[in-house]
């Protein structure tokens, strides 16, 4: 019998289309009847023998891509029933498992199955067609069973996103009907929420507020930060605290609540005022909003100040800008500038904006803005933007 590590009466270098199979059998007659039965049922597999979970293990490990399925022996010198399975499946979870054991032992199939082997075969039941056949539905199960395991995982990431936009996207609070706002999130690349979040509130004495951030970094911990700073700025506004207090009580906020100190937000604040005739803005380390009139342009960024949580007690500085007649005013958030241009190592950035702005086919007749440029922007980029988008235009007068 030739020793562990080859395949007795097997077939040469086997097809590349052919099933890697590790055999893990400690009887060298149960062994070589295995390899047997696959060479009977003319089974294109390539199949290892090894004695042990230890050397199984070792197996998996080195040729870790190599092996679509594991023929396991319940009763092994070093792990015994349901402990080999899930050392196995600990170190290869992405292989289909087909558990092997004797007649008195056929319940212990029964309770691998239940622990996460796709299938049991009993010794001595077993011909070559029947075991060829096995390993083939092994592997469709577990494909299946991954496939699953993803589709939930997309679900449950679908249903926790959209929990976090309700919080980083909500609905404005506007009196005014001159009033239009047009909100758009889009997340970036893997669909995996980011800390954009706005707010436009418009309060009692008819002064509009509309807050553009972005928490730096992907994920849950980000999105939710930004929904907590979302949250306490619309709070701290209906509460009517003062208006250069907001900024530094959102930043005592982050401060609180971040995982790291490494953890900031940029932020841009528009404060437009009851007549509508102008707009004071403050920007933490954000790009200025533009404001798209007969030729559209970037509002002043000469006083941007540093990211909230960057330097902490910092006083940052705002600039009012004049708006007349009918007007349109878009904040962005950076991942609208930052994708590439066609395929080069060219960013789109702001003047690439402008240039997206003055093409559009809605621009001229005020009509929605924001998805255009999002789509356009990805289109130059070649595919999904890798990170964020979020988008604001809120406009008044007849244009709105």
């Not at 951030?213 to 306490?232: N, T, Y």
């Not at 240039?355 to 980029?381: F, K, T």
Request: charged share 25%; net charge negative; aromatic share 4%.
């Amino acid at each position: 019998m030739p020793p562990p590590g080859t395949a007795p009466g097997a077939p040469g270098p086997a097809d590349p289309s052919g099933t890697g199979v590790l055999l893990v059998e400690d009887d060298e007659g149960d062994a070589f009847l295995v390899q047997e039965l696959l060479l009977e049922a003319s089974a294109q597999v390539e199949i290892r023998w090894v004695r042990s979970v230890s050397a199984a293990l070792e197996a998996l490990e080195a040729g870790r891509g190599s092996y679509d399925c594991v023929l396991l022996d319940l009763g092994l010198p070093d792990a015994e029933g349901l402990v080999a399975l899930r050392r196995v499946l600990e170190r290869v979870p992405e292989a289909a498992v087909l558990v092997l054991t004797g007649l008195a032992d056929e319940h212990r199939g029964a309770e691998a199955v239940a622990a996460g082997a796709q299938d049991y075969l009993v010794k001595g039941q077993v011909d070559g067609q029947l075991l060829a056949r096995s390993i083939r539905y092994a592997l469709e199960r577990k494909r299946a069973e991954e496939q699953l395991r993803r589709l939930y995982a997309t679900e449950l990431r679908a249903a926790e996103n959209a929990r976090l936009e309700r919080g980083l996207l909500p609905k404005p609070l506007l009196r005014d009907r001159r009033l239009e706002v047009e909100p758009r999130y889009r997340p970036g690349r893997g669909a995996v929420l980011g800390g954009d979040f706005y707010d436009v509130v418009e309060t009692e004495d008819g002064t509009l507020l509309v807050l553009l951030g972005d928490v730096a970094g992907h994920g849950p911990d980000e999105a939710a930060l930004g929904v907590c700073l979302r949250i306490a700025w619309r709070a701290l506004v209906l509460a009517g605290i003062e208006r250069d207090r907001l900024l530094p009580c959102l930043e005592d906020v982050l401060v609180q609540e971040r995982a790291s100190e490494e953890v900031f937000a940029t932020l841009c604040l528009l404060v437009v005022a009851p007549d509508r005739r102008s707009a004071r803005i403050v920007l933490a380390g954000h790009p200025a909003p533009l404001l798209l009139g007969a030729e559209p342009v970037q509002l002043p960024d000469d006083l941007v100040g540093p990211a909230l949580g960057v330097l902490p007690g910092v006083v940052w500085g705002s600039r009012t800008v004049q708006l007349e007649g009918a007007w349109r005013v878009m904040a962005f958030s950076d991942g609208l500038v930052e994708g590439h241009v066609d395929g080069g190592p060219d960013r789109l950035g702001v003047d690439g904006l402008l240039d997206l702005v003055r093409a559009s086919d809605v621009y001229d007749r005020s009509g929605p803005l924001a998805d255009e440029l999002i789509q356009r922007a990805q289109d130059l980029h070649g595919g999904e933007l890798d990170d964020d988008v979020a988008v604001v235009v809120v406009g008044f007068g007849p244009a709105a």
